[in-house]
């Protein structure tokens, strides 16, 4: 089964909460805080495998979570670090926000990397609290949560030729002759509903990537038929070889066809109209083609379209040697500024505190915010009390009062709530 799209929830590890340790010895009665810091969550990486041709295994396996470090321990001993949950995609992978559709990576050679979803940072043991005013600190950070997102999937084959032409032009019939690869081929439009890939091994032909797409009918380009399924997969391509029924076994004009395709080529995207294409008369084993190529030659010119006979192999050389000597002239295809990959998540986390009203209650929300409130623990007092002192020395008591907070308010901080309470300052 052929999958070129995939929904997928991906989060990374959790950090190891770090922990609230003493030296205990028997010569050391007054023993400092030793508390060790949990280890690094694992991140979920996506990496290209030249071997993979499909996101089926999405399919099964929609949620991926990567590892939590290990906790802290005593005598300042720090927690493991969690590996990094490594998933293989096919070259051609483009990654996606499910949410606002932005592009954040588009992946293309072999072993080429995007980091999805960062593992939490480990939580500082009480150890690292230590000053000079506080010499036995009796709090510790939990560990930071992973970072989680919904992400959208989408395959491009990567093929250095692509072949082109109305359903039933006989590309399937031409792809199995000219490499190993088996596409289903029958007598009925839309026999290839999936892209089929294959490597060109034809004596005396340098090898390249070709690959057979499903075929285009009017509207294509608005989604018609097979539509944007068919056209995505061409855009990588840089030569394409445009089969044409010249028989006309379904009763269509050869002409015809060969405008129409290049019409929707052109609405979808001007690029591909404008790629070198080799243009073939294809069946010329029928006896009803001699009328159909005469009208090609006459329409493009005699020596614009090459006969051949995908059934019989008769031309097929002169056709892949034509695509060669094309290809070796054509640029390689540079990413376009949508296609680069974008920053992975959490480098871009200094983004500004919102505060909104919500339900009666003030919402706020900001990355160093949010991570602050995840890695304090609320059931020490100790801990608490440091929160409370760095939302306040942050600014952001002062921002809920200047947002019309007053004494006795809800604020909620993702799954944190609690009341406002500002001191009143005296006059």
């Given amino acids: 089964m052929f999958v070129d799209r995939a929904k997928i929830f991906v989060r990374g590890g959790d950090g190891g909460n770090g922990i609230v340790a003493f030296r205990r010895e028997k010569y050391v009665p007054l023993g400092g805080p030793a508390g060790g810091d949990g280890g690094r969550g694992g991140s979920v990486i996506f990496e290209v495998d030249p071997n993979l041709r499909t996101l089926l295994d999405f399919r099964y396996r929609p949620h991926i979570r990567a590892d939590r470090g290990e906790h802290g321990q005593g005598d300042n001993k720090h927690g493991r670090s969690a590996k990094d949950k ?145 056209l995505r997969h061409i855009e990588r391509t840089r030569v394409l070889i445009h089969l044409i029924d010249a028989a006309a076994v379904d009763g269509r004009n050869p002409v015809e066809d060969y405008h129409q395709i290049n019409a929707e080529l052109s609405l979808y995207n001007e690029r591909l109209a404008s790629l070198p294409q080799v243009v073939v008369a294809n069946k010329i084993d029928l006896p009803q083609a001699g009328e159909g190529l005469g009208l090609l030659r006459k329409e493009l010119g005699e020596d614009k379209v090459f006969a051949i006979s995908a059934v019989t192999g008769e031309g097929v050389k002169e056709v892949l040697l034509e695509a060669a000597r094309l290809l070796s002239e054509a640029p390689q295809v540079q990413p376009t500024a949508e296609e680069a990959v974008r920053l992975t998540p959490g480098e871009a986390e200094a983004e500004p505190v919102t505060i909104t009203r919500e339900e009666g209650a003030f919402v706020l929300r900001g990355a160093r915010l949010e991570k602050l409130a995840a890695m304090t623990d609320f059931d020490n007092e100790e801990a608490s009390k440091r929160f409370q002192r760095l939302f306040r020395l942050r600014g952001y008591e002062d921002a809920l009062k200047a947002a019309g907070a007053k004494n006795g308010d809800t604020v909620k901080i993702r799954d944190l709530e609690f009341t406002f309470w500002q001191e009143e300052e005296d006059d």
């Fill in 86 to 230: 490594i998933v293989k995609v096919p070259p051609g992978t483009q990654i996606r926000d499910a949410g606002t559709n932005e592009l954040l990576a588009d992946l293309t050679r072999p072993g080429e990397r995007f980091v999805a979803a960062k593992g939490g940072r480990g939580g500082r043991g009480n150890a690292r609290f230590a000053s000079a005013t506080e010499k036995a600190p009796r709090f510790a950070e939990k560990g930071e949560p992973g970072e989680e997102r919904w992400l959208l999937l989408e395959l491009k084959v990567i093929a250095d030729v692509g072949l082109v032409g109305f359903p039933n032009a006989g590309k399937s019939t031409f792809l199995s002759r000219v490499t190993s690869a088996r596409p289903k081929v029958a007598d009925y439009p839309f026999t290839t509903l999936s892209p089929n890939l294959g490597v060109v091994d034809y004596a005396g032909v340098e090898p390249f990537v070709i690959a057979d797409i499903p075929g285009l009918v009017a509207g294509a380009h608005a989604g018609v038929g097979l539509g944007h399924d068919f």
